[in-house]
């Protein structure tokens, strides 16, 4: 099999095209680096929260796979906070904050290159066996990749 270079473990199409690159992904914590391009921009040339909400959503999706790599989630509920405008390149940080054994309790925060918090979210999560899907292969995660950091 070839080597893996997705590091989400399954294609996400609307991540790519942002693109997203997961930097950390261990031990209940995820770590996203995000350059929103110009057309992620709204008409006040800020990160649009749509992108922002998109970049929270992802990250603790991360989060709370992070332990348990080989299962998918979705959403069941998020609530975003919008703090300040999110200016230039942004990295999100997730966690973890509590599990069960079908559904994840997670939040995030997006910090701008000064280390200011943009905006912050909860989540909580449903467990998935993945289903391979029409057109889309599932791809165990690259632990091995230069963009991702363990242990």
Known sequence: ?????????????????LGFALTAFADGRAEIVYTPAAEHLNSFSVTHGGAQMTLLDVTMACAARSRTPELGVV????KTSFMQPAVGALTAKGEL???TATMAFTQATIYDTQGRACAHATGTFKY????????RAIH???LEGDCIATD
């Open 140 to 142: 165990p995660l690259n």
């Open 75 to 78: 959403t069941i509920e998020m």
């Open 97 to 99: 904050m509590h599990r």
């Open 1 to 17: 099999m070839a080597a893996q270079s997705n590091p989400f473990g399954v294609e996400i199409p609307f991540v790519t095209h």
């Open 128 to 135: 998935m066996k993945r289903l391979a899907s029409a057109g």
